[in-house]
């Protein structure tokens, strides 16, 4: 039987405060919230795919990808987790125009999942 990894109650209600504070723009605070989640559920990949994805809306490329590749380590087992973390490594891979790696990471999450 495949993992699925969800976040629990208390982490579903701070990366809901995150995405509010990131629509707002402040992505500092919206990161602060989600290690906060991560003091709670240190090991979950979701987690570090939602920093990920406030570091990639911040500009922070290069952190994006970092953490894409944390979730990576984190995901075995969940199919849609390594897709949704290989989605975000391809996303800021095209962001400092490394399209091939890019193209390349995209495969890897259209495989595990396609679109």
């Known amino acids: ?3 699925v990894y969800r976040l629990g109650p208390a982490s ?3 990366v809901g405060q995150a995405h ?3 629509t707002g723009g402040d992505f500092g605070l919206a990161a602060a919230t989600i290690e906060r989640a ?6 979950n990949p979701l987690l570090w795919i939602e920093l990920g994805r406030v ?3 911040a500009g922070d490329y290069s952190q994006a990808d970092s953490m894409g590749h944390k979730a990576l380590a984190l995901a075995t087992g ?3 987790a390594q897709a ?3 989605r975000l490594i391809a996303d800021s891979l095209r962001s400092r125009r490394r399209n091939e790696e890019a193209a390349t ?5 259209n495989a595990l999942s396609p679109r």
């Open 84 to 86: 949704s973390a290989w």
């Open 105 to 109: 990471a995209d495969a890897k999450a």
């Open 1 to 3: 039987m495949p993992k």
């Open 55 to 57: 570091r990639y809306t």
């Open 78 to 80: 969940d199919v849609q």
């Open 20 to 22: 509010k504070q990131m």
């Open 38 to 43: 991560m003091r709670i559920e240190p090991d």
């Open 12 to 14: 579903t209600a701070l």
